[in-house]
């Protein structure tokens, strides 16, 4: 019988699985990808009695991995917020699923485990960029204000390392990174004791960071705004975080942050306004490659040719969601 931990590589996904694996320590094979690599259970062998945990990662994208792994005779615990659509009905199926906009995995697991490792589902909430409820489950937590940034910006900081158009654009495969996490049951003593791995993901950022500030949009407007990122690593690592950070500061307002990749096309982050905070999901899914929740979601691959007119759709959409 093999465990076999399957988790997306952004914070939600990595603290996630912190939770379980503190509550119940497994040698597992992990399996996972960068933050856009999401198909992951078509990369599990399953046999019968296996138990796969699957972890922020959505059904509806896994449907067919899901029914084969099952059908060899697996048992499967799934945890999402992602779009599912139908959630098979089956005995060796357990699901935990909640597509709410002020949900996330790490959310789910801390109900799960009944707030065992609560701290840890602040950080990954936070990595989400939910903050209202990452502050909210911080309040079970005796954190002091100093202690409540010092997560908030591990969540940022773990959520800006799984952005790339492959492993070789991270500081740190998920895999290896959840390796570095596992040993501290607080995020706080991983920040002091693990101090050397936490300087390498806040210095990566802040560099990225800034390099994507001297950006201006290629388009602006009451309702959204559209910025194009080069095909560069520095750009592909700092997509995301940089639409929650756009997010942020304009909240009556949607963003879509778009990174050119190596074929000429698209990489997309889309970001509903935080003051309503929907859409994103619906909006991205008029795309072959696109998926998402309704808060966040992305497109993979977005025609090179189609800059002016994916502006115009993306204004208009979220000019009708405003009314």
């Known amino acids: 019988m093999a465990v076999i931990d399957v988790f997306n590589g952004d914070a939600d996904g990595l603290c996630a699985l912190l939770q379980l694996r503190l509550a ?16 992951l259970l078509d990369r599990v062998d399953a046999s019968a009695g296996d138990c796969i945990t699957v972890l922020d990662v ?9 029914q ?33 906009a002020d949900v996330c995995t790490s959310l789910l697991v801390n109900g799960h485990l009944q707030g065992a490792y609560a701290e840890w589902g602040v950080v990954g909430a936070f990595g989400d960029n ?4 990452a502050q909210a489950l911080a309040k079970q937590c005796d954190l002091n204000a100093a202690e409540l940034g010092r997560l908030e910006s591990l969540g940022i900081y773990l959520n800006y390392n799984g952005y790339g158009a492959s492993l070789d654009d991270l500081h ?4 290896e990174l959840f390796a570095k996490l596992l040993p501290y049951s607080s995020p706080l003593a991983f920040m002091d004791e693990g101090a ?32 194009v990122l080069p095909n560069e690593r520095w750009a592909r690592r700092v997509s995301g975080v940089y639409s929650n950070d756009l997010a942020n500061a304009y909240v009556d307002r949607a963003h879509a942050v778009l990174t050119e990749k190596a074929n000429g096309n698209y ?14 999901d619906e909006f991205c899914r008029q795309f072959p490659t696109g998926g998402g929740r309704a808060a966040a979601a992305g497109i993979n691959d977005l025609a090179g040719d189609s800059l002016d007119h994916f502006c115009e759709q993306f204004d208009a959409f979220y000019r009708a969601l405003a009314g």
């Open 267 to 280: 990489l997309v982050s889309i970001r509903a306004p935080l003051n309503n905070k929907c859409g994103a």
């Open 130 to 133: 939910l903050r209202v409820s």
């Open 68 to 100: 084969k792994v099952l059908a060899a005779g697996a048992e499967v615990f799934y945890v999402d917020h992602h779009f599912a659509g139908e959630i098979p009905d089956h005995p060796k199926l357990s699901t935990r699923i909640n597509t709410a």
């Open 24 to 39: 119940d320590p497994q040698s597992s094979q992990l399996v996972s990808g960068v933050k856009r690599d999401i198909a």
């Open 58 to 66: 959505s059904l509806d994208k896994n449907r067919e991995g899901l």
């Open 196 to 227: 050397e791995t936490f300087e390498q993901l806040e210095s990566g950022y802040h560099n990225d960071m800034r390099a994507a500030a001297k950006l201006p949009p290629v388009h602006r407007s009451s309702a959204t705004a559209v910025y």
């Open 172 to 175: 740190f495969s998920p895999v």
